[in-house]
């Protein structure tokens, strides 16, 4: 009985060794569980935070796109100033190139189109300006190939300062067949510089 009742208690021992190793295994599982789910937790916060604070580079990139459409033209002193006249009388266009004036400088398009009224832009950047004005008459490039003292002479056919006769050749009339004498007597009507210098030289070769 003595030997049996010794088996039991220590039987009993072993028993209470073993649930209190249970109990602490049980309780060391849920002590990890409980603490290391709000580790996580705060770590998922903290990488939200992070995400939070960084940049929009989408929303930057479309704000440098705005600010480049947005930069406005002006006129430079480096700006190629075109005026174009339009005669309607005879459609012809003529072109003068020029610096811009003074006050030109730092225009935008609106300003030009506001101080010029009666103008067409027909191009507005910072490297080169087109104004077109339409007119209702003929252009003024026009001259009469004629005969001054015998000798071939150019007039303007509109005149210019009260002043007809622009200059008189060294090729006498006499010297060409008699069907160009006959032209230049009645007077030939030439356009631009170009088309005179062409007619002249033709007569004196």
């Not at 002193?77 to 610096?99: A, C, G, H, M, R």
Request: aromatic fraction near 12%; charge should be neutral.
């Amino acid at each position: 009985m003595m030997y049996s009742y010794k088996t039991k208690r220590k039987n009993n021992a072993y028993a209470l060794i073993i649930l209190i190793i249970l109990g602490l295994i049980t309780f060391v599982y849920f002590y990890n569980i409980n603490v290391k789910a709000p580790k996580n937790n705060m770590t998922t916060k903290n990488y939200s935070i992070k995400n939070d604070d960084k940049p929009d580079i989408s929303a930057s990139s479309s704000t440098q796109v705005a600010s480049v459409y947005n930069i406005v033209e002006k006129i430079t002193p480096n700006t190629e100033i075109v005026y174009q006249y339009f005669y309607e009388l005879d459609q012809k266009t003529v072109e003068e190139k020029e610096v811009p004036p003074y006050y030109m400088i730092n225009m935008t398009e609106e300003e030009l189109k506001n101080k010029y009224s009666d103008w067409q832009i027909k191009i507005f950047s910072s490297k080169q300006v087109v104004m077109q004005k339409n007119l209702k008459e003929k252009s003024p490039f026009y001259f009469k190939i004629g005969e001054k003292d015998g000798y071939i002479a150019v007039y303007y056919e509109k005149p210019v300062n009260g002043i007809s006769l622009r200059e008189i050749t060294d090729t006498p009339v006499n010297t060409l067949p008699k069907d160009e004498q006959d032209k230049i007597k009645n007077g030939i009507t030439v356009y631009g510089e170009d088309e005179l210098i062409k007619i002249l030289e033709d007569y004196s070769s």
